[in-house]
Each structure stands twice: as C-alpha cells, then as structure tokens.
Nanobody, 125 residues
Framework: VQLQASGGGSVQAGGSLRLSCAAS?????????????MGWFRQAPGKEREFVAA????????YYADSVEDRFAISRENAKNTILLQMDNLKPEDTAVYYC??????????????WGPGTQVTVSS
C-alpha cells in the first residue's frame, strides 16, 4: 500500500485548508481501501506525532482530538481511494507536518500499519 498526502500550504490564522490522502496498491497486491479504518496525525518540530482524526472503514463514525474538534472534519471517498481532512479556523498551533495512516481508529500510532509521506501545514498569526 502506498499513501500520498497533499493539500498542505501556508495560511494565516483563521484560514482553511483541505488535505487529501490518496491510497494505491502496489502491483500484484490486493488492497481495498474501504476495508480499512484510516486517520490523520501531525508532528510539529521537536514533538511527537499526535493524533488528529480518524474515520471508520465505511465512514460510519469519526473520532477527533479535543484540540481540533469543531474545526476539522475527516471524510472519505472510497470510490476514489481517498480520505480528506477539512481544516477550518486554523491556529498557529496547528502548524505541523500532517500524515495519513491506514488501519487504526485510535489515538495510538501503533494501531496504524502504513504511513505516507507528510504534507506541511504552516499557520501564521
């Protein structure tokens, strides 16, 4: 499985960004994205990777970190093998590299099997 996050950038506080994570399978493998829970994490310089949001395999449930609830929304488009993270009312403390992971529906990185390269989000005050 390969994951590729995109959509990061630089915005001012109060602005919005929408991140995408596209999943693809390696040649010869059997991978169905809709079989897996998926999530977003982020990592700021000098800090550990932290949970942001997760979505169930069928989109039936979502889970957010307290710091982003009511500002971020995670969703998925299984037909496109993509998950999205809509981020509104961004704050400088949201600045980090954002990563998507596959397999978990929890705050713990160990529950996620694969990770893609991250996308940088920078929020200025």
């Amino acid at each position: 499985v390969q994951l590729q996050a995109s959509g990061g950038g630089s915005v001012q506080a109060g602005g919005s960004l929408r991140l995408s994570c596209a999943a693809s399978r390696r040649a010869g493998s059997v991978f169905i994205m809709s079989d897996y829970n998926m999530g977003w994490f982020r990592q700021a310089p000098g800090k550990e990777r932290e949970f942001v949001a997760a979505v169930k395999w069928d989109g039936s449930a979502t889970y957010y970190a307290d710091s982003v609830e009511d500002r971020f929304a995670i969703s998925r488009e299984n037909a496109k093998n993509t998950i999205l993270l809509q981020m509104d009312n961004l704050k400088p403390e949201d600045t980090a590299v954002y990563y998507c992971g596959i397999g978990g529906f929890s705050r713990s990185t160990i529950d996620y099997t694969y990770w893609g390269p991250g996308t940088q989000v920078t929020v200025s005050s």
